[in-house]
């Protein structure tokens, strides 16, 4: 497909050589799948791109459509294909698992619950050793929120502004952009602070966050003083007396917030709320549906990079690769708070879910992917920096390892979103092309770069000079 595009762009990306041969499609025609979709389906299911894709296989970091044409999936199904589609390793462990035993509940002990439990904690610092298994994310911090009420014997919980932690009623109050709010009441009990947002909240400069790429904001920090940070703590301490008891049940935060774009805050932002938390009788839970399992490269868990070790950890997407699973990991005493009473999950570390979590992780230490998305996350944030530095519109490039986001600008001394229908051009455009990344931000103003941590320097050549078109293109449509 790629080759089919005509512009004055004078490169030709060239996409990277794959011997992965699909399978014939054989289901219905893509009309009589359209026509299901808008009979059958929930319309609140939307779908990405004008002429919606049809995706019929996938290989590690390629996807293939009913057409035979390959994608370099750069999004990884929200950030949840962490280990590559179709993992042979996995594929292969779940299908032995498939003949000998779907579901038990845990009334009963089967092997895999006992040895994932133990692999898992393993990778954990301690006093992190006891796991609730359950089959979302949205579920997991659904349990994290009951948990803190039931340890502190407080309600009030505090979120990020911008920040996404599920879609259930009960998650829907931490979750804080406004696409996923609905009119229904939710938040009881939740307050939401300002996010330290470096790019586009009122105070940040050039040495603020933990990313081979800085702002292009200048700083005025001397150093080891961050004047940012000093603002952003002083804005913290201010919904913890104003909006707030005196005691709380808890603190959420992503260490790198996922949905609205790869947003970092300083540098040492989290260790310091976390003690004002404790202070206040509260407890800390770092949400680690997105960052965890070595996607930000230098670390395998994302609160690593805070120097951090937070109460309650959540887990979701990319431990099951792709499996609808997650987990809970928290303290003995955190957990014996949910034991005075029932608490039951039918699904939950059901023994597929347990096998493909063995296996998800041993790829990553077979496959060496942290290491890999520390090498290559590290080259595609420097490779897209210099396309910042090129063009007006793209105003900031950040993250850390595969977690990377590239805010759109009407221009960097404004910092105003660049509108939607013109990112969404850019965004078909590199789809055309043959790579799909993903979209986020409060005016979905940021291109979410999350793939597959098989992925090489190779595909981010391919990646950059696709998108490098795409914004050229951009700049001729708009001349």
Aim: glycine share 8%; charged share 20%.
């Amino acid at each position: 497909r790629q080759q089919k595009w005509k512009s004055s762009v004078s490169t030709q990306a060239k996409m990277p050589p794959c011997d992965f041969v699909p399978e014939k499609y054989e289901s219905y025609p893509y009309e009589r799948m359209q026509k299901i979709r808008e009979q059958n389906i929930s319309p609140s299911l939307r779908m990405y791109y004008k002429k919606p894709l049809l995706l019929h296989q996938g290989h590690m970091q390629w996807l293939f459509d009913y057409e035979g044409q390959r994608y370099l999936d750069l999004f990884a199904g929200i950030v949840t294909v962490s280990v590559g589609h179709c993992h042979p390793k996995v594929t292969m462990a779940t299908q032995k698992q498939l003949a000998r035993l779907w579901h038990t509940t845990n009334i009963y002990m089967h092997p895999s619950i006992q040895e994932y439990a133990e692999k898992l904690t393993s990778l954990l610092p301690d006093p992190l050793k006891v796991i609730y298994l359950t089959n979302s994310g949205s579920e997991a911090n659904d349990l994290a929120m009951f948990m803190a009420r039931l340890y502190t014997r407080n309600f009030d919980i505090i979120s990020f502004r911008g920040s996404y932690h599920g879609g259930s009623p009960y998650t829907l109050g931490l979750t804080s952009i406004g696409f996923y709010k609905h009119g229904v009441a939710n938040g009881f009990g939740c307050s939401t602070t300002m996010l330290p947002d470096v790019f586009r909240g009122p105070w940040g400069g050039s040495h603020c966050r933990d990313s081979p790429v800085q702002t292009v904001r200048k700083c005025n920090c001397s150093e080891g003083v961050c004047l940012a940070n000093d603002q952003y703590i002083e804005q913290f301490k201010d919904t913890l007396n104003t909006s707030v008891p005196k005691t709380i049940a808890g603190f959420i935060s992503e260490p790198i917030q996922g949905v609205n774009g790869a947003v970092q805050y300083p540098r040492s932002f989290l260790k310091e709320a976390y003690q004002l938390v404790r202070e206040r009788g509260g407890v800390c839970i770092s949400d680690e549906v997105q960052t965890g399992f070595g996607r930000t490269g230098s670390h395998f868990w994302g609160f690593q990079t805070h120097d951090v070790v937070p109460d309650i950890v959540t887990l979701s997407k990319g431990i099951g690769n792709g499996f609808p699973m997650a987990a809970v990991v928290t303290t003995k005493e955190i957990a014996s708070s949910l034991a005075q009473n029932l608490h039951f999950n039918t699904f939950g570390g059901n023994p597929l879910a347990c096998v493909v979590g063995a296996a998800v992780l041993d790829a990553i230490e077979e496959d060496g992917l942290q290491k890999n998305s520390e090498n290559v996350g590290t080259y595609m944030l420097l490779e897209l920096a210099k396309l910042r530095d090129k063009f007006e519109i793209v105003g900031d490039v950040r993250g850390k390892g595969l977690m990377i986001g590239v805010e759109m600008v009407t221009d960097k001394d404004s910092r105003h979103p660049l509108p939607s229908e013109e990112i969404g051009q850019i965004w078909e455009d590199c789809k055309d092309m043959g790579v799909l990344i993903g979209r986020g931000g409060l005016y979905s103003q940021t291109f979410r770069i999350k793939p597959p941590m098989c992925i090489t320097k190779n595909d981010v050549d391919f990646a950059v000079e696709v998108f490098h078109a795409a914004l050229q293109r951009h700049m001729e449509r708009t001349a």
